[in-house]
């Protein structure tokens, strides 16, 4: 290896000397008429013959001047398939095929807004239908309540006295269920004030003062009421029970002043004076 890098070297010094020497003699018949371009391609040629190349290899590479590095990249690109994003224009057929993509997802677009239209429209339905079935069913008697005309004149006392049987024996819910069945039975009974007064003493006694005092204020919507007096007293009791002093004071008085005679007056008297 060491010879043949020598020789390499002994063999280029003496090309260069060749070409200086060759270089300076042309130099001196510069009257001779040779250009310096006509030079430069003697001293060339001398050098690829000196090289081993032939003038048919030498015009070949002539022919194929070297691209810049950049645009040799983007072929090489090309060749191995990578062709960069920004530079690749899309085929008729790829634009047709994105068409027909964007088409078929409007489709199915509008099939799935007629889907929901068609959903809404339901509900709409089904909403009516519910409402139709609870107002039917609001109308309809409940199973075991009693309705205008199931009592009878007859039995009306029979079943006002087991009300009362029921508020007695504590049962307060199952007595209110009583009363309030007589008065959806008939409102004009000489009994139906007290079913009202005695519904709202079963409020009372369960400790719903507020719901007391309804019932007892609708006592007095009963003409000529032989309870007015009572439920007076008990309007009072009631708020006395919600902490409401001022309210109490004022159905106690005004139970002085419209019932001076009831066997409540005492009684009033005596809340009023702890007030």
Not at 81 to 87: D, L, Q, R
Not at 203 to 209: M, S, W
Not at 228 to 237: M, R, S, T, V, Y
Request: charged fraction near 30%; glycine fraction near 6%.
């Amino acid at each position: 290896m060491f010879y043949k890098f020598l020789i390499f070297c002994l063999s280029f010094i003496f090309l260069t000397v060749m070409i200086s020497s060759c270089g300076s003699s042309r130099q001196d018949d510069d009257m001779s008429g040779i250009d310096e371009d006509t030079a430069k391609q003697q001293e060339l040629d001398e050098i690829e013959a000196l090289l081993g190349i032939t003038p048919e290899e030498s015009a070949q590479r002539a022919e194929k001047p070297g691209k810049p590095k950049q645009e040799d990249d983007k072929l090489g690109l090309l060749g191995a398939g990578m062709v960069p994003m920004e530079e690749e224009a899309a085929s008729p057929e790829q634009m047709q095929n994105a068409e027909k993509e964007i088409a078929s997802l409007k489709s199915q677009i509008e099939k799935k807004d007629l889907l929901i239209n068609d959903l809404k429209s339901q509900v709409r339905a089904q909403s009516e239908q519910i409402y139709q079935l609870e107002s039917q069913k609001q109308s309809q008697p409940v199973r075991g309540a009693v309705t205008v005309g199931d009592v009878p004149p007859g039995e009306y006392q029979s079943r006002y006295q087991e009300g009362l049987d029921l508020f007695h024996g504590h049962q307060y819910r199952d007595a209110i269920q009583i009363f309030e069945s007589l008065l959806a039975s008939s409102a004009n009974n000489s009994l139906s004030d007290n079913a009202q007064y005695w519904i709202g003493e079963c409020h009372y006694a369960l400790r719903e003062y507020k719901k007391a005092i309804i019932d007892f204020e609708k006592v007095f919507t009963f003409p000529k009421s032989n309870k007015n007096d009572a439920a007076q007293f008990k309007l009072g009791l009631c708020y006395v029970r919600l902490g409401d002093g001022n309210k109490a004071r004022d159905e106690f008085q005004r139970l002085l002043d419209v019932y001076p005679n009831s066997d409540y007056v005492a009684r009033a008297r005596e809340h009023l004076a702890e007030l």
